[in-house]
């Protein structure tokens, strides 16, 4: 790119190609031979027992018994001075508020195996629950928050989550028949989500594998029903995210449509992925989605801060910072795939995906030559998001049963195997998953 061409960024800075841009974000840490770490990240609806609305006074009093009573360290505070976000005295384990103070999540510091944890987990979860009942509270495993209809849905008051809820409100603005009735999804769904590190030579074959199964993980791990006039899902997740401002860039949200030939194609899909959000001398502002390679061409960009206020936005390079995809196989600024498609699970369940996605990345070479002449996509053909979108379907047809019933099990097996080959006894977290299929 010519050095001397000019754009209508901020007063002193120059065109720059979005692609680099992007790879220098993403690509930086990458490692040519990386150790293998698991990053388990596991949200949790808070579920009043007696039925209709948690109580937010408990929740957020849960966080301030952590903190006096059990040496969690605060790390971030709502507007009222109420703790949002904690951290483990003895590790990076985080425990936080997921958007709304209906929803927990857990942030735990990557380990070598799944186990480490687990062990960390239950000891979690015991104070957590011992705490949370004594109010008639408990965390539950559900990828949809069971009284999303009674709860206060509103943010946590922090400007991240502020943000994303107005952000996500724009559709009710835009309206059309695009969107689902639903912008406030963010305030009571919840996932299981996995971490992995990848390399330069293998992540584009990592991204591509793990796309193709996302009908069968929409089998195995579906657990977000919805039954509604518009919804008939076991994965509302998805629906949510792909029919939201999210969605409105196709390229942004979900399964990936085909396989990517090279880092080059798949550096040109994120290229279209969008920028909605950026700060400007401390202010938070968000404006409809611009994809990445049309971002720094803009003029200047009609935006609204967290009061409401409409102001002009002049785009930067320094905007990058806030890209970040939705896309379902989610390369990071880590040096890592974040696997983000699956619901949280029944808590005796709560490992099965990342052992799942562990298995099978461990196995990868098996993996890929499985995916290439698998029956399944003879029978099914190859378009990755409609079958996800047919397999999370509460009916289905004996054929199609059998169809994925089959996949599925291969695809444990071939985890399994994978596990078994790390000789850790991982694979005794995908047993059960095995015995029903």
């Not at 957020?60 to 360290?73: A, M, P, T």
């Not at 943000?163 to 309206?175: D, N, R, T, V």
């Not at 009916?395 to 596990?419: N, P, V």
């Amino acid at each position: 790119m010519n050095g001397k061409r000019k754009t209508f960024l901020r007063e002193g800075e120059e065109m720059q190609d979005s692609i680099a841009i992007l790879k220098e974000r993403y690509l930086a840490n990458i490692k040519e031979n990386p150790d293998l770490y698991i990053g388990i990240e596991l949200e949790f609806p808070i579920v009043n027992l007696q039925g209709g609305a948690t109580d937010t006074r408990v929740t957020k009093e849960l966080l301030v018994r952590l903190n006096s009573d059990y040496g969690f360290i605060v790390e971030r505070r709502d507007s009222e001075g109420n703790p949002i976000q904690l951290k483990a005295s003895d590790s990076e384990d985080r425990i936080l508020f997921e958007v709304s103070y209906n929803i927990l999540e857990f942030a735990f510091e990557k380990a070598k195996i799944i186990q480490e944890v687990e062990i960390r987990f239950n000891h979690y979860l015991d104070i957590i629950q011992q705490i949370l009942r004594k109010d008639h509270h408990e965390l539950q495993g559900h990828g949809l928050h069971p009284f999303w209809k009674e709860n206060d849905n509103q943010p946590v008051k922090y400007p991240r989550y502020q943000m994303l809820m107005q952000y996500l409100a724009l559709s009710e603005k835009i309206g059309g028949d695009f969107f689902h009735r639903h912008p406030d999804y963010g305030s009571y769904i919840c996932g299981s989500q996995v971490q992995l590190d990848v390399s330069r030579g293998n992540f584009i074959q990592v991204i591509n594998a793990f796309n193709q199964i996302e009908a069968a993980k929409a089998y195995l791990f579906a657990n977000s029903e919805l039954i509604t006039e518009d919804f008939r899902t076991k994965i509302a997740r998805d629906r949510f995210w792909e029919e939201s401002m999210h969605g409105l860039l196709v390229e942004n949200v979900g399964v990936n449509p085909y396989d990517f030939k090279d880092e080059e194609d798949f550096f040109n899909y994120l290229n279209n992925t969008a920028i909605f959000n950026a700060e400007r001398e401390g202010d938070t502002y968000y404006f409809p989605p611009i994809a990445a390679g049309e971002y720094l061409k803009q003029g200047q960009i009609k935006g609204y801060n967290l009061s409401g206020k409409e102001s002009l936005v002049s785009p930067s390079v320094d905007d990058f910072h806030y890209h970040r995809s939705y896309q379902y196989q989610d390369l990071t600024t880590r040096g890592t795939i974040e696997f983000r498609s699956t619901c949280a699970q029944p808590l005796n369940r709560t490992f099965a995906p990342a052992a799942f996605h562990l298995g099978l990345l461990a196995n990868l070479e098996e993996v890929t030559a499985y995916l290439k002449d698998c029956d399944f996509f003879k029978l099914e053909g190859r378009a990755y998001k409609d079958l996800r979108r047919k397999y999370s379907q509460i009916d289905l047809t004996q054929t199609e049963q059998d169809a994925i019933r089959s996949f599925a099990s291969d695809l444990l097996q071939l985890a399994i195997k994978g596990l078994k080959m790390r000789k850790r006894g991982e694979e005794r977290y995908l047993f059960p998953l095995v015995n029903e299929v």
